[in-house]
């Protein structure tokens, strides 16, 4: 058996490898200059231009651009008019501002349990919290694979609610055979450098309803309007006439890094292919350790998937999760863990959150580790990763 390099052995790799990353290229580099010396930073053409191929590529109605994911989840709570005393249904296993977004607004998140073979939020977990005060529910499309869109939909139409959609892993999964983006009330997408493609930050809301449109457009741009349909007085003072007819925030994006968001977009199905040939190799490299379990994937959902998580079957194994994760760092694969139960964080639990209201997602987060995956990875690279995996889980083996 090879010996491990957290034990003294020799690293699978010399240099390190990380979960994730971006792909910047030299039309990306020359789009986003391009901009620079030209007359706009910001509220220029390319925003508007990439709004509208947001709604080609996704289908939606509309789309509206905005600063970051985060910045996308607090416009559609303020679209959707959570305020204090609404609840909105959301899922642990997901990154803060999923619920953070809530918070905003003076709602209150309700964590709603997860299937324990795909990660996503249980659609029987969301009718069962559903009470006289819930007003949401925020889905997320965990490591890019889609939620169970009609089951949801289903439960939100029956009981007057809201969907958004956490799409922020999931640009470029169809549900399906139709993108994410059109299906929810509102979908939010991020561009971070980890996720998919980037605009350095960056996020967007798609949504088909018109009036949703209305207010997330005041939302992203402090709730100030030129339109006259939207005034309340309106009284033909002049071309520099607008109002302020609520409370917005700013949440616009610049110019240039609009321009690099269109040029990722050229590329995004170079990257799903690529993205979904490393996750077909994993599966079945994966298969043949007993210690991992991989994540199960729905029918509906053609994944463009961002992460790629594995999860120790502990049973099996002498180690910790801390130490396999020691083990593959020591290799030079850099791992790391998505996502800390929303409500462990010393914040939630201030506001009054118990561990284990969740017990599914407790349960697999304390398994669970990315590992990398990004569309520049080398078939040597991924073959390192697969390999680093072996050996550990050998090394480990009971
Ligand atoms: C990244 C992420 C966000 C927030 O996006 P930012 O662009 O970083 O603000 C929201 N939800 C999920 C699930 C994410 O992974």
């Known amino acids: 058996m090879e010996k491990l390099a957290v034990k003294g052995g020799r690293p699978i790799r010399e240099d390190k490898i990380y979960y ?3 792909w910047i290229d030299d039309d990306d580099v020359s789009a986003v200059s391009s901009v620079l010396t030209s007359s706009y930073l910001t509220c220029g053409p390319k925003v508007n231009a990439l709004e509208r191929t947001l709604e080609l590529y996704t289908t939606a109605r509309h789309a509206v651009v905005v600063s970051n994911g985060t910045a996308a989840l607090h416009c559609a709570c303020a679209a959707a008019g959570i305020k204090p005393g609404d609840e909105v249904i959301t899922t642990p296993l997901t990154f803060a501002a999923s ?9 209150t998140p309700v964590f709603g349990d997860i299937n324990p073979e795909t990660y996503n939020i249980d659609p ?5 919290h559903i009470t006289d005060k819930t007003k949401a529910v925020i889905a997320v499309d965990f490591t890019g694979q889609s939620v169970k869109i009609k089951e949801i939909k289903e439960i939100c139409d029956k009981y007057n609610l809201i969907f958004i959609e956490d799409a922020a892993h999931a640009i470029g999964t169809k549900y399906n055979g139709r993108p994410i983006g059109c299906l929810a009330d509102m979908t939010c997408f991020s561009f971070h450098p980890v996720k998919t493609i980037t605009a350095g930050e960056g996020g967007a809301i798609t949504t088909n309803n018109d009036s949703l449109y209305q207010k997330l457009v005041l939302a992203h741009t402090h709730g100030i309007t030129h339109d006259e349909d939207l005034m309340e007085e309106a009284p033909h003072e002049g071309d520099w006439y607008y109002e302020q007819v609520n409370l917005g925030f700013n949440y616009r994006m610049t110019d240039f890094q609009a321009a690099l968001l269109l040029s990722q977009l050229k590329k995004l199905e170079k990257f799903k292919v690529r993205r979904q040939e490393i996750v077909k190799r994993y599966n079945e490299a994966f298969k043949e350790i007993p210690e991992i379990i991989v994540q199960k994937e729905i029918v509906e959902s053609d994944t463009c998937r961002h992460l790629y998580i594995i999860r120790l079957d502990l049973n099996k194994l002498s180690c910790t999760r801390r130490e396999f994760y020691d083990a593959m760092s020591a290799e030079n694969i850099q791992c790391q863990v998505h996502y800390i139960p929303v409500y462990w964080f010393p914040y939630y639990q201030h506001l009054g959150y118990k561990k284990g209201i969740c017990p599914k997602a407790e349960e697999v987060y304390k398994s669970i580790m990315s590992i990398p995956l990004y569309p520049r990875m080398t078939d040597q690279d991924v ?6 995996v072996k050996k550990v889980a050998e090394n480990y083996r009971v």
């Open 20 to 22: 994730g990353r971006q």
């Open 99 to 107: 619920a953070n977004c809530i918070l905003y607004c003076g709602g």
């Open 124 to 128: 029987g977990n969301i009718e069962k």
């Open 383 to 388: 073959e390192d990763v697969i390999h680093a």
